[in-house]
């Protein structure tokens, strides 16, 4: 399956600063996920990223909120913007792996907490 | 309503002994897949185990087996011979559709300790 590397894997942010957090596919990709864990929940999807094209987001998601960026097929970068304490959360990339690309594989996570 | 739900949000099972996380969804796609997820304090989401809703046999990977019940609409995981290092958050996710496109939706996790 696909390894991928993600950083940071944590950080403490002030609030209205913004953080990129990078994604890094050992393999080509067509399509890379970007979640969001709030303390406490379960995963949310953020957006699609697709290479060559506008990231397709999730209702609740806006592009000044949470730009991405998709230079490559191995490569993607999610920016929180203008963060407050809210956006506090694990944030994971993840692509399609395994046969038939049936599974989601997941990064390490990035751990952010915007004081 | 509820795509995925995970009834039990905490689970406590002895060393060795075999632990059923239950899961219930909805959908009314006849094509969909169920994953079950291992989310350890470190904050990493570990793929454990998938279920294709056409696949006849229940899918076992290890001492992790999913009870699939489609007319039950359940997929419950089975750890059999659990260890301390099961502890851990556990999630269970769908995905619909034959698309390929891997967006999962994902229950609100049970919490498993693993005493010695």
């Known amino acids: 399956s696909a390894v991928i590397s993600q950083k940071p894997s944590r950080d403490i942010c002030q609030r209205g600063t913004s953080l990129t957090i990078q994604c890094q596919v050992d393999s080509q990709v067509t399509m890379m996920f970007w979640y969001r864990q709030q303390p406490g929940q379960s995963l949310t999807l953020i957006a699609t990223a697709n290479q060559g094209s506008e990231a397709t987001y999730e209702s609740g998601f806006v592009i000044d909120k949470f730009p991405i960026s998709r230079p490559n097929l191995t490569f993607s970068t999610l920016t929180v913007s203008n963060m407050s304490p809210e956006d506090s959360s694990i944030y994971l990339c993840?692509?399609?792996?395994?046969?038939?690309?049936?599974?989601?594989?997941f990064g390490a996570g990035s751990r952010l907490t915007v004081l | 309503a509820q795509k995925i739900t995970q009834t039990q949000p905490g689970m406590f099972v002895q060393e060795k002994e075999a632990v059923t996380l239950d899961c219930t969804y909805d959908t009314s796609d006849p094509s969909y897949g169920l994953f079950w997820y291992k989310q350890p304090s470190s904050g990493e989401m570990i793929f454990l185990i998938y279920q294709g809703s056409y696949d006849q046999q229940n899918a076992t990977e290890g001492r992790y087996s999913l009870n699939f019940q489609k007319a039950r609409k359940s997929a419950n995981l089975v750890i059999s011979a659990s260890q301390l290092g099961d502890s851990a958050m556990y999630f269970c996710?769908?995905?619909?559709?034959?698309?390929?496109?891997?967006?999962?939706?994902f229950g609100t996790g049970t919490r498993l300790l693993v005493s010695p």
């Open positions: 996710a769908m995905r619909e559709g034959n698309t390929g496109f891997q967006k999962l939706v």
């Open positions: 993840s692509v399609g792996a395994g046969a038939g690309a049936n599974v989601l594989t």
